[in-house]
C-alpha cells in the first residue's frame, strides 16, 4: 500500500517538475538564445521523463524483492541512465549533427536536473522507509511487552 502511494506521488512530481523545466527552457531559447533553438528538443524532457517511470518501476520491483535491495537498484538506475545519456549525446552528434552543443547543454542541464529531483525524492523515501520500519520495531516490541506482562 505504501509503495502505491510512493510510485502515485512519484509520478504526480515527476510530471510536475517535467513540465516546469521544459517549460522554463523553452522559454530561455525562445526568448534569448532563439537562434540555438533545434528541433529535436521536445525529445530530451520526454527521455528523463520516461526514465523517471522507469526508475519508479524499478524501485516498485525491488521492494518486493527486500528493503536491502534499494540500494543497489538505485546505483544501477544510475549507470543505466548515464550509459544512455552518454549515447544519446554521441549519437545526436554522430547522426543529426545539428546545434550540438545548444543540444548537449540542455541534455546535460536536464540530466543534473532530474538527477536533483529523483536523488531528493528516493532519499527522502528512503528515510521514510526506515522511520516506518523503526515505528513497527517499537510497535513490536510494546505488544509484546504487554503480552507478557498479562
Known sequence: MLMLA???K??????????VLTGIVALVYHLFIPERYFLWFPAIPIFFYLFGLFYIGMFTFSIRLG????AMTYMVCKAIKFIL?????IAYGF???????AFVGTFIFFYFAFLIF???FF???EEKLKQEKKNNEKTSVHSNNSASAG
Open 95 to 101: 547522426l543529426v549533427r545539428h546545434e550540438i552543443v
Open 6 to 8: 510512493v510510485k502515485k
Open 85 to 89: 545519456s552518454a549515447f544519446v549525446m
Open 118 to 120: 529523483e536523488t531528493r
Open 10 to 19: 512519484f509520478v504526480v512530481e515527476h510530471t510536475l517538475a517535467g513540465i
Open 123 to 125: 532519499l527522502l523515501f
Open 67 to 70: 528493503q536491502d535491495k534499494i
